[in-house]
């Protein structure tokens, strides 16, 4: 080898030896899956809103260190550059045990879509709370599990999904609509909070509190009433762990091997 060759890989060497290593992200092995159940804007005719923020909270979830979450979109031949699955409750619980095999940490379930006081609106019919938990029971039995619903009345999920080991957050009790599902918003004013936050805070029980406080800021801002009162539940397991699952943003570098300490400052 010549010398010129020799200074070049031994540059290469320095190189790859001082440079940062990436910290393992504590959600390297979730699994997750992120659902669009409608279309329809409030008013009846069309809205990118749910979609928009399936996309967009997908892309988001990776920045914090989830692997590629499974996405569903009832219109998913509109987006064919997106690799998605039809939204139903059949192809829903296929996808997500399929991730949960692959990926045997926890489990992250994010629906935004239409609500009732029965359920959520997964393209033609209803997803009810009781099929909804009894999907992430089967999917994911014994792990920690956070479960976001983005709907009006979306509250009445909570006690179906209620577990020790797992977080809820809806975008409403279950007596209230929530906003912002127009033919021209980008967002409905909860995932749009959602989105707004999850590059502050550094876990999802900080995210969830900021969630809700932003919710009430937009709707008070905009006249929106009544408040719709986005519900946040956090089972007694998973309370203490949660501020262990640091968000990859919120996570410093690992430092150089072999790095000198930072000289002290006046």
């Not at 060497?13 to 804007?41: K, M, Q, T, Y």
């Not at 099929?131 to 920690?144: K, S, T």
């Not at 209230?176 to 995932?191: I, K, L, M, Q």
């Not at 690992?254 to 000289?263: F, R, W």
Request: with cysteine; net charge positive.
């Amino acid at each position: 080898m010549g010398r010129a060759a020799g200074f070049l890989v031994g540059l290469v060497l320095a190189c790859l030896a001082i440079a940062p290593a990436r910290a393992e992200s504590p959600f390297d092995h979730w699994a997750s899956v992120v659902i669009a159940g409608d279309w329809r804007a409030h008013g009846g005719g069309s809205t990118e809103a749910f979609d928009n923020a399936r996309r967009d909270v997908a892309e988001n979830l990776v920045g914090l260190g989830f692997p590629a979450p499974t996405q569903f979109s009832v219109r998913p031949k509109r987006y064919r550059n997106q690799a998605l699955n039809v939204s139903n409750a059949k192809a829903i619980e296929d996808g997500l045990r399929s991730a949960a095999k692959t990926s045997t940490g926890g489990c992250l379930v994010y629906i935004t879509s239409h609500g009732a006081p029965q359920g959520v609106i997964m393209g033609k019919k209803l997803l009810r709370p009781q099929e909804l938990a009894a999907m992430v029971d089967g999917a994911c039995p014994g792990r920690p599990s956070i479960v976001v619903i983005s709907a009006c009345f979306s509250g009445v999920f909570v006690p179906s999904l209620e577990r020790d080991d797992r977080m809820i957050l809806t975008a409403a009790r279950p007596d209230r609509t929530s906003f912002g599902c127009g033919e021209s918003d980008r967002y409905p004013y909860f995932d749009d909070c959602f989105l707004g936050e999850i590059g502050k805070a550094r876990d999802f029980a900080v995210l969830g509190r900021a969630v809700q406080a932003c919710v009430a800021r937009k709707e008070i801002d905009t006249g929106a009433s009544p408040p719709s009162e986005p519900q946040l539940w956090i089972g007694p397991e998973l309370r203490p762990l949660l501020p262990l699952y640091t968000f990859a943003k919120a996570r410093k570098p690992a430092p150089a091997p072999n790095a000198a300490p930072p000289s002290a400052e006046n």
